[in-house]
């Protein structure tokens, strides 16, 4: 058994002491001072100081078979400081300096982390038993999602027979959430409000003549509203018309939570997600019905196991920030591309035209799923283009991968944009936001790649596959082809051009690297 797993025996701790070190010293305070103001093992003082020296100095050593260790380390925190101001910098780094891609160590404060940099190895990182999600979940759940260290064992008992809450999570949503009547009835929760609203609020467009918003702020409160209506009911929204946006600054802590800074740092992020998980418990209170029944059914699942109303009220939060946090900045970035290139807006009206009645209420999804070829190009090239999803698996038992042995104890991380801008996969424009890539001819001697949609692996993959990915396209094209068929969109003149801001810390899904406003006006 390796020193640095006693030493931390779960993710929590690890990250936890990491990054704590790392965002401080960005923000350019006194080292020492900082040091002893974070929890965990590193409220040091000296003694503890020689011992993470010793493993940092074991963290630079690799074991035998283990995957080079990546140039660039400094003593005590290894790769730390780069991974806490710029972890996608770092993934990119260690493709670049490794020979075909192959997986690569980093050392983390002494905790070792292996990347894995090709689809090959991904997969196989995907398949294996001994790589565990269920630790990295269930670290989560206490430290992001405000869930009760009691509450997450209750979690893992199986009273029931149905086996621990953690693990048999992928099934539930795999099944809750499966093409067919499962997926038809929360598609269905979705329209039946999404066509009102939209009716409703062009309306008030044609009032106002046009309205000029703040792109990123709009698509998150007219696509939140209809899509956490469509899982909540009503209730959530009516109880606290607030949620969306507290739900945008948990977005901003989630990574402070994460890190486990000290109580008295977080009080805004705890308040602010306490508040959430409360009104989630205020609307069951209620008896209110209208909450989509699979969730129902997960509370009752942990009522079995003995959790109390708080940590119900946590796991449906979880749950509801799932079907936002990815879904809300994917549908920016997919409008934002639409209107940054004015020569699509033609073809595209002219592909989704025939999915709508004469008030432009979609009367025929299926069509835009199957018969707009440029929209759900774009989609999946905004997919693509500002993914920033990382798998992360906890190694349970030493493991071979492509000849190299990675030890228990140590974490695997696999960032999905490496592969989603690979140039051998996309061709030389693997960096551009190419609106029509998987429409185009495959034609790779004119340098012009077109590999198909299944390449790009923005849900993730392996028992973690997004369960949510065929409802999201379902929501966020047929709310996309909704906007466009009902009003213009321009850009406000005189902007520079948004990129994904790659630094930022994310569930899934870069944000944009500036504000972009945008001018709505009815159509003809
Ligand atoms: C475009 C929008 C979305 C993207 C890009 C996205 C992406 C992801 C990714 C990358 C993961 C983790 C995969 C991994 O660790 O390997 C994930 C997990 C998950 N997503 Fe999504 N997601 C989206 C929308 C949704 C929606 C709308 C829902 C709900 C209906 C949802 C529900 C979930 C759930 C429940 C999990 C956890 C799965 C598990 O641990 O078994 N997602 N998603
Ligand atoms: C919500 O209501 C259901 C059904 O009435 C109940 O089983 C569950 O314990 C409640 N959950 C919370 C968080 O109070
Ligand atoms: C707009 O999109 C078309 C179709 O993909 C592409 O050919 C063209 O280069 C794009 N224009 C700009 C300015 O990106
Ligand atoms: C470098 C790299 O990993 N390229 C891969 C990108 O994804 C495709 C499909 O998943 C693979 O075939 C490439 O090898």
Not at 142 to 155: A, L, N
Not at 443 to 449: F, R, S, T, V
């Amino acid at each position: 058994m390796s020193l640095d797993t006693t030493l931390s025996p779960n993710v929590g701790s690890w990250l936890q002491n990491a990054t704590s070190i790392v965002m401080k010293l960005n923000d350019g305070e006194d080292f020492t001072t900082l040091l002893t103001a974070t929890n965990g093992f590193i409220l040091l003082g000296t003694v503890l100081a020689g011992y993470v020296i010793r493993l940092s100095v074991k963290g630079s050593q690799t074991r035998p078979g283990e995957p080079p260790l990546l140039p660039g380390a400094v003593p005590l925190l290894g790769h730390a400081l780069k991974f806490g101001s710029d972890s996608n910098g770092l993934y990119e780094n260690a493709r670049d300096w490794s020979p075909n891609a192959e997986p690569v160590s980093l050392s983390l404060m002494g905790k070792r982390v292996y990347l894995l940099l090709n689809a090959r190895d991904v997969n196989a990182g995907w398949r294996a038993k001994s790589l565990s999600f269920d630790p990295v979940c269930e670290w989560g759940l206490s430290t992001m999602f405000g869930m009760s260290v009691e509450g997450v064992k209750q979690m893992g008992t199986d009273p029931d027979g149905l086996g621990g809450m953690t693990e048999n999570q992928h099934a539930f949503w795999r099944d809750a959430l499966a093409p067919g009547d499962a997926l038809n009835l929360i598609t269905q929760r979705f329209m039946n409000q999404l066509d009102s609203d939209l009716a409703d609020y062009e309306r008030s467009v044609r009032a106002a003549g046009s309205v000029t918003a703040e792109l990123r702020d709009w698509t998150r409160t007219r696509l939140g509203i209809q899509s956490t209506n469509a899982f909540a009911g009503k209730a959530l929204l009516e109880k606290d018309p607030k949620m969306l946006h507290k739900l945008a600054i948990w977005d901003l802590d989630f990574y402070l939570l994460s890190i486990g800074l000290p109580k008295w740092m977080l009080s805004r992020a705890n308040k602010n997600l306490e508040s959430m998980i409360q009104t989630w418990i205020d609307i069951n209170r209620t008896g209110s019905s209208e909450v989509y029944h699979p969730m129902m059914r997960r509370l009752e699942m942990m009522e079995v196991r003995g959790a109390s109303e708080w940590d119900k009220g946590s796991a449906n939060f979880c749950l509801w920030m799932a079907t936002q946090a990815n879904a809300l900045p994917i549908e920016f970035w997919f409008v934002y591309q639409i209107a940054l290139n004015k020569s699509l807006q033609p073809t595209l009206l002219a592909e989704i035209g025939p999915a709508f009645d004469e008030n432009n209420k979609i009367v025929n999804l299926n069509h835009l799923l199957h018969n707009a070829p440029l929209l759900n190009s774009i989609y999946w090239e905004s997919l693509r283009y500002t993914s920033g999803a990382v798998s992360v698996r906890e190694v349970l038992e030493d493991t071979v991968i492509n000849g190299y042995t990675f030890y228990a104890g140590s974490m695997v991380m696999s960032p999905m944009r490496i592969l989603n801008f690979s140039k051998d996969t996309f061709g030389p424009d693997a960096n551009d936001f190419v609106p029509d890539r998987f429409v185009r001819p495959h034609n790779p001697e004119k340098g012009q790649y077109n590999p198909g949609i299944k390449v790009v692996k923005s849900f993730g993959g392996g028992v973690t596959l997004c369960p949510g990915r065929h409802f999201a396209g379902n929501e966020i094209l047929a709310f996309t082809a909704s906007i466009l068929q009902r009003f213009k969109i321009e850009l406000v003149e005189g902007q520079k051009i948004a990129y994904p801001l790659t630094s930022a810390p994310v569930v899934g899904t870069f944000p944009a690297d500036r504000e972009v406003f945008v001018r709505l006006s009815p159509r003809n």
